[in-house]
C-alpha cells in the first residue's frame, strides 16, 4: 500500500472523531491530531483500535505513545507493512 | 512549582457512553486489577471514566517537568484508597503510580461527570482550587477552550482582585505544553491545569503560586 493510500485511510478513520470536517481538508502530514484536530485522549485510543482494524495490524502501547502527528500514523502503518 | 493536574469527563459525551462493555478499549486503558474493579463496580463507566481522569490528571501533573514522558494509560496505575474500590462514592481518594513518580489523588463522581485532580503531596492537593463548570450554551456556539480559559482568570483575578483583562492565559507556540498565566505582561509562577469536554469544563491551579515566575527563583 503506497503512502498515499494510508494517508487516505488514515483521515477517512479520524473523520469518524473530528467534530469540525474543516480541520482535516487542510491537513498535512504535521497536523497534530490531539491539538490541531481536537481529538480527545480517548478517542485517540479508539483511533488506534479502529487503525488496527483497518489495516490488519497489531499495534503495541510504545508504537502507539509514539503516535502524535498524521505522519507519525502514516509512517508506523508502512513500517509494519515492510 | 508542585506538579497539578486535572482532567473532566463528561459520562453522557457520545463517544463515552456504555465504554465499560468495549473489552479492547479497557484492555489498552487498564491493568489487570483495574479492568476488575470496574466490572465489579455498583456503576462501571462511571468508575471507569474516573480511571481514565486520573490517570489524565496524572499524566498532565508529570509531563509539565518531564515532557517526554510515556502517556502509555497502563503504566499509570490507579490505587484507591481501601474503602473506595466499589466506587460507589461521591468522592473518591487515592493515587496514582506514574513513570515519573507518585501522586495524590481525589476524584469527584456524579451522575453527569466525573473530574480528577492529581497532585504531588497530600498538603498540595487540600491546597488547590478547582472548578467544574457546565458550558453555556453546551452547543458549537461556545468554544470550549475559550470557555475554560475564561472561567480559570475570572478566579484568578477575583484572588488577585484585579481585573480579568490584567490577565491572559499563554501557550507554548507549538500548542503544546501546560498553559501559564500572564499578569500585566509579567509569567505568574502559578502552574495551571485546563480540561473539558462535552458539557463541562474544569481547571486546577495551587493558589499559593500565584506570584511572579520571577519571585521563584
Known amino acids: 500500500m503506497s503512502e498515499e493510500q494510508i494517508t487516505k485511510k488514515i483521515i477517512d478513520i479520524l473523520r469518524g472523531y473530528v467534530k469540525d470536517s474543516a480541520l482535516l481538508e487542510k491537513a498535512t502530514p504535521k497536523t497534530h491530531i490531539l491539538k490541531d484536530l481536537r481529538v480527545n485522549s480517548a478517542r485517540l485510543v479508539d483511533i488506534i483500535i479502529k487503525c488496527e482494524d483497518v489495516f490488519g495490524t497489531m499495534i503495541d502501547d510504545d508504537e502507539a505513545d509514539r503516535i502524535a502527528t498524521i505522519g507519525d500514523a502514516v509512517l508506523l502503518i508502512q513500517q509494519k507493512a515492510a | ?217
Open chain 2, 1 to 217: 512549582m508542585p506538579p497539578v493536574g486535572n482532567d473532566v469527563v463528561d459520562l453522557a459525551a457520545p463517544g463515552n457512553l456504555d465504554k465499560s462493555g468495549d473489552s479492547r478499549f479497557c484492555g489498552r486503558v487498564f491493568t489487570a486489577e483495574e479492568r476488575a474493579i470496574i466490572a465489579g463496580a455498583a456503576r462501571p463507566d462511571g468508575l471507569l471514566w474516573a480511571f481514565w481522569a486520573a490517570k489524565e490528571a496524572a499524566y498532565k501533573a508529570v509531563s509539565r517537568a518531564d515532557p517526554a514522558v510515556c502517556s502509555i494509560p497502563r503504566q499509570y496505575r490507579v490505587v484507591l484508597d481501601t474503602g473506595n474500590a466499589a466506587g460507589t462514592a461521591a468522592r473518591l481518594a487515592g493515587k496514582v503510580i506514574t513513570p515519573g513518580g507518585e501522586l495524590v489523588l481525589r476524584i469527584a463522581l456524579t451522575a453527569d461527570w466525573v473530574h480528577a485532580l492529581a497532585a504531588g503531596s497530600e498538603e498540595d492537593i487540600e491546597r488547590i482550587c478547582q472548578h467544574v463548570e457546565l458550558r453555556e450554551g453546551t452547543g458549537s456556539d461556545v468554544n470550549p477552550s475559550a470557555f475554560v480559559r475564561g472561567a480559570l482568570l475570572r478566579e484568578i483575578a477575583r484572588r488577585l482582585d484585579c481585573p480579568v483583562g490584567d490577565l491572559s492565559v499563554v501557550k507554548n507556540p507549538d500548542g503544546l505544553g501546560a498553559p501559564r498565566v500572564l499578569f500585566r505582561g509579567d509569567l505568574l509562577a502559578a502552574e495551571v491545569s485546563l480540561s473539558h469536554d462535552g458539557r463541562f469544563a474544569a481547571f486546577a491551579f495551587d493558589p499559593a503560586t500565584l506570584i511572579s515566575a520571577d519571585c521563584t527563583g
